[in-house]
């Protein structure tokens, strides 16, 4: 348990356990469930955690509110990681009320069957009073399901926002951020946006300019550190990547069986090194452990104006590994990129014309025809300086 005011304290978990997020991104550096006691008149709970953490997450409540009870548990966001335990809460404390709005209903019901006369429904810019201080409610669809709201304690100028503004990654017995911690979680932020918000650009736009009239002091999130010194940034990152805007430099995403598109991709990686083009490399086949696989591919496409695709020709189609990429950039309605895609085949080339018509659907740029070749890589086969003359 943290204190964050007189009021309110921290009582979520850190997790070093969970090797992947929703089972599929990578968690090198953990990551933090938060939720937040209010302590007035009333209490409040704002969300749960993941299950597995009832004792800690018990223990912190007690720490914060020692033997009184809770009067609401307001669930922002019905992800299991944050809705877990609210079959759990609603036992331990038996004159709980859960606050939330009426697309959280029947999830409530689907997920922990609960009663009707347990549940109070809010709507947008409704209040509940604590007592000197209240809640109000704003509804952001889609950040990140359909029932998703934060809410904002006006008294303190914190808003409990839910997942956004989060990032992987736990945080220190600090909890709230000081100079330089941004910078510490800039790539997780982005690698958490990319991967889990990253298909809801609209959205967050819409909810940013509805919280724009905020005075906001202090970002109680779902995921990370508590922002209040880098509010700012913050705000500022998301706003960038949900507007898709990136800058000048190249994403090299491939995956290969034998090393061949492998080297041809090393090959690029080492010519726009020379040319002084910034750029990442990914191997979505993950042939080294600790690599960020798609997760890390998808955090650079937020943040490079150019994909770059090697997969071998597989089955007369696309490697699967890469094109479950290009079908991860249409789901995120990733725009306005230039692309080049190459690979190796041995009999009948596919994957590069295939690529090119993926990303021909998703209105990219093609800096060419892309660079099909056969068998083993060598450098007299396959020009990776002039493809890197292309990029530039
Ligand atoms: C299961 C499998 C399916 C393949 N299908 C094709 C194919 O349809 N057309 C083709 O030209 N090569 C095909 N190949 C050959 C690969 O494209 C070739 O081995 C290529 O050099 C592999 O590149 P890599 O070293 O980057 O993995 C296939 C290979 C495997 C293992
Ligand atoms: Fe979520
Ligand atoms: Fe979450």
């Known amino acids: 348990m943290v204190k964050l005011s007189d009021r309110i304290a921290y009582v979520g978990v850190n997790d070093t356990d969970k090797v992947l997020f929703e089972g599929l991104w990578p968690l090198p550096v953990g990551v933090s469930y938060n ?9 409040a709970l704002i969300d749960t955690v993941e299950s597995g953490f009832e004792e800690d997450f018990l223990e912190n409540i007690h720490d914060a509110i020692g033997d009184r009870p809770l009067d609401y548990l307001v669930v922002n966001h019905m992800e299991p990681d944050h809705s877990s335990l609210i079959s759990y809460m609603l036992q331990e404390y038996p004159g709980l009320q859960i606050v939330a709005n009426a697309k959280t ?14 549940i109070m429904v809010v709507a947008e810019g409704d209040r509940v009073s604590l007592g000197n201080c209240s809640l109000r409610f704003y ?38 951020d000081s100079e330089g911690t941004f910078e510490q979680y800039r790539d997780e932020m982005m690698r958490y946006y990319a991967c889990i918000v990253g298909k809801y650009g609209v959205p967050v736009q819409t909810a940013l300019k509805k919280l724009g009239g905020l005075e906001i002091k202090r970002i109680c ?64 086949a993950g042939n080294n452990a600790g690599e960020l696989g798609i997760s890390g591919a998808l955090r650079d496409v937020f943040k490079y104006d150019t994909i770059v695709v090697g997969a071998p020709t597989y089955n007369n ?13 249409q789901a995120r309605l990733i725009k306005g990129r230039r692309f080049y895609a190459f690979g190796s085949y ?18 990219f740029e093609l800096l060419g025809n892309g660079l099909s070749f056969p068998q083993a890589y060598t450098r007299e086969k396959v020009d990776m300086k002039a493809v890197a003359e292309l990029l530039k």
């Not at 209903?105 to 347990?118: C, F, I, T």
């Not at 709201?149 to 990654?169: C, H, P, Q, R």
């Not at 189609?317 to 950039?329: D, R, W």
């Open 35 to 43: 939720s937040y006691v209010v302590a007035d008149e009333k209490t």
């Open 105 to 118: 209903v029947p999830m409530l019901k689907g997920y922990h069957n609960v009663p009707d006369d347990r």
């Open 139 to 176: 509804m952001t669809p889609m950040v990140h399901w359909p029932e998703t709201m934060v809410t904002w304690l006006e008294e303190e100028n914190t808003l409990f926002s839910g997942d956004a503004f989060g990032t992987f990654g736990t945080i220190d017995e600090d909890v709230a």
């Open 221 to 284: 999130s779902t995921h990370g550190p508590v922002w209040e010194k880098g509010i700012a940034s913050v705000i500022a990152l998301y706003d960038k990547m949900s507007r898709y805007e990136v800058e000048r430099g190249v994403c090299i995403v491939y995956a290969s069986m034998y090393g061949n598109t492998a080297a041809a991709a090393d090959a690029l990686a080492m010519e726009l090194e020379e040319q002084g083009v910034p750029y990442a490399i990914h191997d979505l």
């Open 317 to 329: 189609g696309i490697f699967p590994p890469a094109e479950t990429f290009m079908k991860a950039l």
């Open 346 to 363: 041995t009999w009948a080339g596919a994957s590069v014309r295939l690529l090119n018509e993926m990303a021909a659907s998703l209105n």
